[in-house]
């Protein structure tokens, strides 16, 4: 009983030695999981500007036998699940551990010589599949239903929503999506594209994928794979410049950390439309800041109704949304403060940024910090222009004035002419120190200073009855004989008719007194 328990364990080892023999010699490319499906290996969704319609998906047979396609359909449908087309049916089947590839019209005539140095036959299809995003499945008929089908595997890329499956990168700019491998070069099948699928620049028809993260035996160390362009954030949006708004439109991005940061496979998205741009390979330092403009990136930055701005990471991650308001005024920028955000005047490309919350002033002016308002700019003294020579400024009123130096030599008075001691000008003078020169038979009375008659008769003294006449005077004087005689008669005639109008009067009174002295 003993010897046939000892020939059933020598038994068992054998087979498994030969087991393990077989697996040890097996094809490198063989899948990591013995039982799986076929499943998707790459796709291109388009070949770049102006390269349009340039598409290819491939399918590979990870198993150790050959795989019955008859029957076999690869469906496409929309990043929502809408524009549900037909895209390949088989009849035929697929050999293991081969790949098939199937390649757009536009495709194959671009890369005619290309494919002609493959020796594996091609299939064609229409195109149409959706640079954003979408999907792709691989389906088969139901073994009770052969009208309807099952899932037989699927690729999701870029900004499909159908679900909450992690997606593949958006194969942009010319890339494709590759399934990549692990150490011993089998492809991968985690069922989740974000890490199953890797973008290369160029295709590899065909052939087996890179490694996987971390997956390189070539590396010393490998680390987990972490969210591209994570730390960078969006820092300043202008949607609105002054004049016209093309190619000076711009979103700004800074990095706040320590650490330099790769913007490669990251991408930037707006509201405006579903056109992404992808970065380029770019290494922004520490603590600096980057602008990209509209001319640059093609995105466009609506104004009158407001708008968002998407940075998505290299794996479909969102790291930041943000959200601009409507009808931003021209040059006014919405901009990061200490983490709030805020309009500012002071729009800063690449550069920290200002808060002013005020119209800046035109050229010439400055705000007056008493009413708020732009007044203009005054000169101080030392700008002003000079005096000219003989000339001071004013300090009441800041002008320009004469001043009569000490120094300086009058011009003398012309004849005829003597200075004026309050005006310091020059005025006439006249022979007779101003007077008049009295008129025939009369003299100037030195007392007086004015002219009188001279008298004819001999003797000393004034004549008695002559008064000083001044020069140039025909009006004879007020003491004169004559004009006293008139003042008399004037005054007797005055009293005489004050003395009858008081007669007239009082003659009732006087009457009646009369007839009392009478009685």
Request: glycine residues 8%.
């Amino acid at each position: 009983m003993r010897g046939v328990q000892q020939n059933i364990f020598l038994s068992v080892i054998t087979i498994v030695l030969f087991l393990l023999t077989i697996i040890s010699f097996a094809p490198s490319v063989f899948a990591t999981e013995a039982a799986q499906e076929v499943f998707f290996s790459s796709l291109q969704t388009t070949g770049g500007t102006g390269k349009a319609g340039e598409e290819f998906f491939e399918l590979f047979n990870p198993n150790t036998e050959e795989i019955d396609l008859t029957g076999w359909r690869v469906r496409y449908t929309n990043g929502t699940g809408g524009n549900n087309k037909t895209l390949a049916s088989f009849d035929e089947s697929l050999l293991s551990q081969t790949h098939i590839l199937f390649v757009s019209t536009s495709y194959k005539t671009s890369h005619e010589s290309e494919l002609a140095s493959i020796d594996h036959k091609l299939f064609l299809y229409n195109g149409g599949l959706a640079d954003t995003g979408g999907y792709i499945y691989l389906e088969k008929p139901t073994v009770s239903e052969p009208t309807t089908y099952e899932l037989v595997d699927r690729l999701g890329w870029g900004n499909a929503s159908l679900d909450d499956e992690l997606l593949a990168e958006k194969p942009s700019n010319g890339n494709s999506l590759k399934r990549c491998v692990d150490e011993q070069q089998l492809y991968v099948n985690r069922n989740d594209d974000s890490i199953d699928f890797v973008l290369i620049s160029e295709p590899l028809h065909l052939q087996v994928g890179p490694y996987c993260d971390g997956m390189d035996p070539n590396d010393e160390e490998s680390e987990e794979p972490g969210i591209s362009c994570e730390g960078l954030i969006i820092n300043e949006i202008v949607p609105n410049p002054a004049g016209s708004d093309s190619g000076k439109e711009f979103v700004e991005l800074y990095n706040p950390t320590a650490e330099v940061i790769s913007l490669a496979g990251c991408t930037l998205q707006t509201s405006a439309n579903t056109k992404v741009y992808a970065f380029e390979d770019i290494a922004l330092q520490p603590n600096s800041y980057i602008a990209f403009y509209d001319s640059d990136t093609g995105l466009t930055l609506t104004n009158a109704s407001g708008g968002s701005v998407w940075l998505i990471s290299a794996k479909n991650v969102e790291i930041q949304a943000i959200t601009y308001p409507a009808d931003l005024g021209d040059d006014i920028s919405w901009s990061l403060f200490d983490g709030e955000w805020a309009t500012t005047y002071a729009v800063t490309v690449a550069k920290k940024n200002i808060l002013q919350e005020e119209l800046p002033c035109p050229a010439g002016q400055e705000r007056n910090p008493e009413t708020n308002r732009c007044r203009n700019i005054t000169s101080d003294e030392n700008e002003l222009k000079p005096c000219d020579e003989g000339q001071e400024r004013n300090p009441a009123t800041n002008r320009c004035r004469s001043v009569l130096g000490t120094s300086t030599t009058l011009k003398a008075c012309s004849p005829g002419q003597v200075r004026n001691p309050e005006t310091n000008r020059c005025r006439k003078v006249s022979s007779n120190n101003g007077f008049t020169p009295c008129k025939p038979g009369q003299e100037r009375n030195p007392e007086t200073n004015r002219c009188r008659k001279v008298a004819t008769v001999s003797g000393s003294g004034p004549i008695p009855g002559v008064q000083d006449v001044k020069a140039g005077s025909t009006k004879e004087t007020e003491n004169s004989p004559k004009n006293s005689s008139q003042n008399w008669w004037i005054i007797g005639g005055v009293l005489a008719t004050v003395l009858l109008y008081g007669l007239y009067e009082w003659r009732h009174d006087i009457e009646n007194t009369i007839k009392k002295i009478k009685n």
